[in-house]
């Protein structure tokens, strides 16, 4: 097995790098910390706790991975941060390990998560994700594939993140934001669908057709959420509408307005 630890990074010896991982001069990696293969961990970069990275991440400067939640309600339990593959994780990112025994706070794969951007305790965060510049998650949030968050948001604990939408920077984000949709602002307001980024995507404009009048029947008619819902159940078969309806139905806090 091949690992280049430079001699002043400080590695525990029960630590699990896997092959091809670089540390840099001045990062710290805990005793229950795994890093996957060609992995790279960069100067002065803290892993700790029980912290699973994937393969081919690469870790900036001064990102602090697996510390302790900032929830009243911690009492030192053994709770996990699991990163996946192919992620990028820029300059003191923070990511908390999860409040409660065996809970964990989770990465996919193929994120980008720019400076000082903050993963707190119990989050989920799927795959092909870009978190910008000091966006604040909560405890408990999600965030589905594909969206785009600007920079400096705040996002409220327990809200969800549709996949593929896309929120602009310095907002407010206190509610559910579906699949699709694309806001921005404090108080939040959607503004229409993300299209722009879902043909990017590889979406096709029919598939596009079918977003928008699925968007129009929730947000710009008369009906509400409810009526909403009935009627797209009622006259779409499409498989691009499912998510957008069973995210709405599923929705705890109320989707943004």
Not at 177 to 193: D, E, K, N, Q, T
């Amino acid at each position: 097995m091949s690992v280049n630890i430079h001699p002043n990074a400080v590695v525990h010896p029960k630590a699990k790098l896997g092959n091809d991982v670089q540390v840099a001069p001045g990062a710290i990696i805990g005793e229950f910390v795994e890093v996957g293969d060609r992995t790279q961990v960069g100067p002065h970069a803290v892993l700790d706790g029980w912290t699973t990275i994937g393969t081919d991440c690469k870790i900036f400067t001064g990102a602090i991975l697996g510390s302790e939640c900032q929830d009243l309600k911690f009492r030192g339990e053994r709770s996990y941060l699991k990163i996946g593959n192919k992620n990028t994780i820029r300059e003191y990112v923070t990511m908390n390990r999860a409040t409660s025994e065996d809970h964990a706070t989770t990465v996919g794969d193929g994120n980008l998560f720019m400076a000082y951007s903050h993963v707190a305790h119990d989050c989920i965060v799927g795959n092909s994700n870009i978190i910008a510049n000091s966006v604040a998650m909560a405890g408990h949030v999600v965030i589905m594939d594909h969206a785009n968050i600007g920079g400096l948001n705040a996002i409220h604990q327990y809200v969800r993140i549709g996949s593929y939408a896309m929120i602009g920077g310095h907002s407010r984000v206190p509610k559910d934001v579906p699949p699709y949709i694309i806001c921005a602002g404090s108080p939040l307001r959607i503004v229409g669908i993300n299209k722009i980024g879902l043909e990017r995507k590889g979406f096709q404009p029919e598939q596009i057709k079918i977003i928008e009048h699925a968007y129009r029947v929730m947000y710009r008619s008369k009906l509400n959420v409810t009526q909403a819902l009935k009627k797209l159940e009622e006259e779409n078969a499409y498989p691009e509408i499912a998510p957008f309806i069973d995210f709405i139905k599923s929705s705890e806090r109320g989707i943004a307005k």
